[in-house]
């Protein structure tokens, strides 16, 4: 039936959001390396508007522990250093009147479990979604059975869902291992 085709491509392309949700959410972890992409979710008031840090100043990385921050606007540079002081990242930002330097501490031994902990739950959460994604397609499956659906063709199709299940559960458990070992790397 193609109503079934429908629900499993649903349900595929909800389950890879799923992923690439976590994937994000865990290129937020820090491991100790000063990147960019560290203070995507930085908000900057610009002129009364809360705007994404990247939109008002480049940020760059000189060395592995250091990120500079260089806005567009020389005015804005308060803001910027006030919203990095805000923000859950624990960094200290020192201003020279141009950029923003910003020094990324070596991470300690119990820091690095905490973060390894964090990353778990982020793909917990990843998987809480696919599951809850799984049961929502299971049960609109089930309702094309009162809608004269063969048996035969839902129950494949539900079989269908609990494989694409365990293979987006196995893509978050990758991500898993692979931001544990980028963490615990010293």
């Known amino acids: 039936m193609e109503e079934i085709q429908l629900y499993l491509e649903e349900a595929k392309t909800l389950m890879q959001k799923a992923v690439d949700h976590t994937a994000a959410e865990l290129v937020k972890i820090r491991a ?3 990147m960019p992409n560290l203070l995507d979710g930085i908000m900057v008031s610009y002129y009364g508007a809360p705007t994404p840090l990247q939109q008002v100043a480049s940020v760059t990385t000189p060395d592995a522990r250091t990120l500079t921050v260089k806005p567009w606007e020389k005015n804005l540079i308060s803001e910027i250093e006030k919203a990095i002081i805000n923000s859950d990242l624990g960094l200290a930002p020192q ?3 141009e950029i923003i330097i910003l020094t990324i501490p070596p991470l300690t031994e119990e820091r690095r479990k905490n973060l390894v902990k964090q990353a778990k739950q982020e793909c917990e959460g990843g998987k809480i979604s696919i599951r809850t994604i799984r049961k929502d397609t299971n049960e609109s ?5 009162k809608d004269g659906a063969s048996e035969d063709e839902v129950k494949r199709a539900e079989d269908t869902v609990q494989k694409l299940t365990d293979q987006y559960s196995v893509k978050t458990d990758e991500l898993l291992v692979k931001k544990e070992a980028e963490i615990m790397t010293v």
Do not use: D, E, S, V
């Not at 499956?141 to 059975?145: D, P, Q």
């Open 141 to 145: 499956l089930r309702k094309l059975l």
């Open 32 to 34: 100790g390396k000063a």
């Open 95 to 97: 201003n020279n009147g």
